[in-house]
């Protein structure tokens, strides 16, 4: 599977982005897509994930009401909407493949990962 995010860039706080993770490949073996990001000096952390055969979606609580995960089979992308940005929101945002293995909250258990996209809230 391979995996592409898109759709980073420079928001005011407040604002709103639609990040994309485009999907190719071996799809069948994906059982959860989950989102991470990494601010500087920081540690990756858990953002979201969708299970992919239900689409039920899970996040990490500060930004539980305010992202949102949703998937669309037929433009073979998963995305990340994001509302009332907040400058602490600001990182690179990846999007990976769960191994089925481990805890689905650890990008340790992730792989396939799409190149990452920055995301700038600031005034």
């Known amino acids: 599977v391979q995996l592409q995010a898109s759709g980073g860039g420079l928001v005011e706080p407040g604002g709103s982005l639609r990040l994309s993770c485009g999907y190719s490949g071996r799809t069948s073996a994906i059982s959860v897509l989950g989102w991470f990001r990494q601010a500087p000096g920081k540690e990756r952390e858990y953002v979201g994930a969708i299970a992919w055969s239900t689409g039920v979606t899970e996040y990490r609580d500060s930004v539980k009401g305010r992202f949102s995960i949703s998937r669309d089979g037929v433009k073979d992308t998963v995305y990340l909407q994001m509302n009332q940005l907040k400058p602490e929101d600001t990182a690179v945002y990846f999007c990976?493949?769960?191994?089925?293995?481990?805890?689905?909250?650890?990008?340790?258990?992730?792989?396939?990962w799409g190149q990452g996209t920055l995301v700038t809230v600031s005034s």
């Open positions: 990976g493949v769960f191994r089925g293995h481990g805890s689905y909250y650890s990008g340790d258990n992730y792989g396939n």
